[in-house]
């Protein structure tokens, strides 16, 4: 909705299985999966010689798919946008956007406004489509504690807003600690398909490469080169995060209340390719995170024989993003006033 003005009702819309598509194609075409990523000569040989189609099959077959989610987004806010203009000078009564099928104030239809006043160059359109297109368990203890500075903030009568961020530095807390202790188990490197396992012994960051010769720390690299960040090794530094294998929020705060480590900043990459959209990212998961500590009771799952079930806590990744495998775990309104906002915010969702 924000970056396209479009609302998303179902898993076979359109935008979604595009973004489906562009992750899974990230995740097959990443650094590894072909020779040419070893020997970067084999690039010049014509994909139809004999026995060389596969060197450049993942790029063949997934590029195509990674543009789409670029490309399609864009022109169909641009198509909305000319539909304005028609209906304009035709004088055109419409009730609403939605039945004049035409662009809903946008992060891209504001940029494009903008851009078609004051011109803009092919570069900077196709910055825009990715900036645009960027734009898609703790335990008991830590779970209470979250909740009652909610409580005591908030209170019971409304959900979090992003005003409140600033008040809620406990929310933040388990925030930066998912993002450091989760986050960071990016996997961009595929050793071959013949043992898939061994490609997921790296948690590193995304592969970029060098387009000039440079000095880092008195280090030659030279241009084409092959740069991955170490993020783990950034997530689990013992001089900077002390018992670094813990999920302990804590750590973050200032003392006395804890020790003051910092935020890690490398979860989002860094230099010019940072991620565009990470402050987008970054509101959007602490909004979810401040809104189902406000209204839900997470507990764990009951079996037949009574025992609890001890959630498996392991991750899976496809595409840039790991994210927990399937658990069970039960989710309880807190109260009838929760159950009232959660039901009205699903109304909005609606309009």
């Not at 898993?11 to 070893?38: C, N, P, Q, R």
């Not at 388990?174 to 595929?190: C, D, G, K, N």
């Given at each position: 909705?924000?970056?396209?003005?479009?609302?998303?009702?179902?898993?076979?819309?359109?935008?979604?299985?595009?973004?489906?598509?562009?992750?899974?194609?990230?995740?097959?075409?990443?650094?590894?999966?072909?020779?040419?990523?070893?020997?970067?000569?084999?690039?010049?040989?014509?994909?139809?010689?004999?026995?060389?189609?596969?060197?450049?099959?993942?790029?063949?077959?997934?590029?195509?798919?990674?543009?789409?989610?670029?490309?399609?987004?864009?022109?169909?806010?641009?198509?909305?946008?000319?539909?304005?203009?028609?209906?304009?000078?035709?004088?055109?009564?419409?009730?609403?956007?939605?039945?004049?099928?035409?662009?809903?104030?946008?992060?891209?239809?504001?940029?494009?406004?903008?851009?078609?006043?004051?011109?803009?160059?092919?570069?900077?359109?196709?910055?825009?489509?990715?900036?645009?297109?960027?734009?898609?368990?703790?335990?008991?203890?830590?779970?209470?504690?979250?909740?009652?500075?909610?409580?005591?903030?908030?209170?019971?009568?409304?959900?979090?807003?992003?005003?409140?961020?600033?008040?809620?530095?406990?929310?933040?807390?388990?925030?930066?600690?998912?993002?450091?202790?989760?986050?960071?188990?990016?996997?961009p490197l595929s050793w071959g398909r013949v043992d898939r396992q061994f490609a997921y012994l790296p948690?590193?960051?995304?592969?970029?490469?060098?387009?000039?010769?440079?000095?880092?720390?008195?280090?030659?690299?030279?241009?084409?080169?092959?740069?991955?960040?170490?993020?783990?090794?950034?997530?689990?530094?013992?001089?900077?995060?002390?018992?670094?294998?813990?999920?302990?929020?804590?750590?973050?705060?200032?003392?006395?209340?804890?020790?003051?480590?910092?935020?890690?900043?490398?979860?989002?990459?860094?230099?010019?390719?940072?991620?565009?959209?990470?402050?987008?990212?970054?509101?959007?998961?602490?909004?979810?995170?401040?809104?189902?500590?406000?209204?839900?009771?997470?507990c764990k799952a009951v079996a037949k024989d009574g025992r609890a079930i001890e959630p498996d806590v392991?991750?899976?990744?496809?595409?840039?993003?790991?994210?927990?495998?399937?658990?069970?775990?039960?989710?309880?309104?807190?109260?009838?006033?929760?159950?009232?906002?959660?039901?009205?915010?699903?109304?909005?969702?609606?309009?």
């Amino acid at each position: 909705m924000i970056a396209y003005g479009h609302q998303v009702h179902s898993d076979d819309d359109i935008y979604v299985k595009l973004t489906a598509g562009a992750l899974h194609g990230i995740d097959e075409a990443k650094l590894g999966v072909s020779l040419v990523d070893f020997f970067p000569f084999l690039v010049h040989l014509p994909h139809w010689l004999p026995g060389c189609s596969f060197l450049t099959a993942a790029a063949r077959r997934w590029g195509p798919v990674t543009r789409e989610m670029h490309d399609y987004p864009f022109n169909d806010v641009l198509k909305q946008m000319v539909l304005i203009t028609i209906y304009a000078r035709l004088n055109f009564k419409y009730s609403s956007p939605q039945d004049a099928d035409i662009a809903r104030p946008s992060f891209l239809s504001s940029y494009l406004e903008r851009y078609k006043t004051e011109g803009a160059k092919d570069y900077d359109l196709d910055d825009l489509k990715g900036a645009a297109g960027t734009i898609l368990t703790a335990g008991a203890e830590v779970q209470r504690k979250a909740q009652a500075e909610i409580d005591q903030v908030i209170g019971p009568d409304r959900l979090p807003d992003f005003s409140d961020r600033d008040a809620l530095p406990f929310v933040e807390c388990i925030l930066q600690e998912t993002m450091r202790y989760v986050a960071t188990r990016i996997l961009p490197l595929s050793w071959g398909r013949v043992d898939r396992q061994f490609a997921y012994l790296p948690h590193l960051g995304i592969a970029h490469m060098s387009v000039d010769d440079d000095i880092y720390n008195g280090m030659f690299i030279p241009k084409g080169s092959i740069v991955i960040p170490n993020v783990m090794a950034m997530s689990r530094d013992e001089t900077m995060y002390k018992d670094a294998e813990a999920f302990y929020p804590e750590r973050f705060l200032p003392a006395p209340a804890g020790p003051g480590e910092p935020y890690l900043g490398a979860v989002f990459g860094f230099g010019r390719r940072i991620c565009p959209g990470r402050y987008f990212a970054d509101n959007g998961a602490w909004i979810v995170v401040a809104t189902v500590l406000a209204t839900f009771d997470i507990c764990k799952a009951v079996a037949k024989d009574g025992r609890a079930i001890e959630p498996d806590v392991a991750f899976t990744t496809e595409g840039l993003a790991s994210r927990p495998k399937p658990f069970e775990c039960v989710f309880r309104p807190r109260s009838e006033m929760a159950k009232k906002l959660i039901m009205q915010t699903a109304n909005l969702g609606e309009d």
